[in-house]
């Protein structure tokens, strides 16, 4: 079965501080494609990343990093230099190849960045 | 400019009454999905549609209705029979591969529609 795990409920950097937001997850498809969202307080989902299940190549944008690792089914973000704009709650999310098409989401990861 | 609507923002219900919420939107996309928020929770999936007049069941249908009549819109009922429905609801949509209907590309999310039941 499919599952996302985001074990940091809640995390507050103050700003210019480095931080790292975990995601693992669980999958029996070969094919699958990992997520990030956003959800500022006006409350829609900001898409920031997708990752499919090939391609274990690190990704930066910007202050925005990601870290993709298939031996550990880990696909964790990195904030840098943290700023008060990045406060969110921050969603991790799974859509496999096969079966439902869907995006399986964790529980989700409340960012506060304090100035 | 492009993106999805949901109507309206926020809306209070008496115990015993259906309510729908609408989900509009002018992206072309063929995928639109409901989900429902609760904190803690994350998102989980009520209905998707990946065609017009065809919505498949997502993991917590019981309780809520849908309908696709025109590939813009995707509107949600939650009726009387939901036990709880005090959430915080949001419509989707994306583009679908066509062949087996596969979708593996990004949502784009409206802003929701808070609901409470009084």
């Known amino acids: 079965a499919q599952k996302v795990t985001q074990a940091q409920t809640e995390i507050s950097v103050v700003e210019k501080e480095d931080v790292t937001l975990d995601c693992v997850y669980e999958t029996r498809d070969t094919t699958y494609y990992l997520f990030w969202y956003k959800q500022p307080p006006s409350g829609e989902l900001v898409f920031l990343i997708r990752?499919?299940?090939?391609?274990?190549q690190n990704e930066i944008s910007g202050r925005y990093s990601w870290n993709f690792q298939k031996s550990t089914s880990s696909f964790n973000f990195t904030i840098t230099a943290s700023q008060v704009v990045d406060s969110a709650v921050y969603f991790c999310?799974?859509?496999?190849?096969?079966?439902?098409?869907?995006?399986?989401f964790g529980t989700g990861t409340r960012l506060t960045v304090i100035p | 400019d492009g993106g999805i609507t949901q109507s309206p923002k926020y809306l209070f219900r008496k115990e015993g009454q259906n309510v729908t919420l609408s989900c509009e939107q002018n992206?072309?996309?063929?995928?639109m999905y409901w989900y429902r928020q609760d904190p803690g929770q994350g998102l989980r999936l009520i209905y998707y549609s990946q065609i017009v007049n065809d919505f498949q069941k997502g993991d917590i249908a019981e309780g809520y209705s849908v309908s696709r009549e025109k590939k813009e819109s995707f509107p949600l009922t939650v009726t009387s029979a939901q036990k709880n429905p005090t959430a915080f609801y949001l419509c989707a949509s994306s583009i679908t591969w066509a062949k087996n209907h596969q979708n593996t590309g990004e949502l784009f999310f409206g802003e929701g529609s808070r609901l409470t039941v009084l």
């Open positions: 999310a799974l859509s496999e190849r096969s079966g439902a098409n869907n995006l399986f």
């Open positions: 990752r499919n299940s090939f391609d274990e």
């Open positions: 992206l072309n996309h063929d995928a």
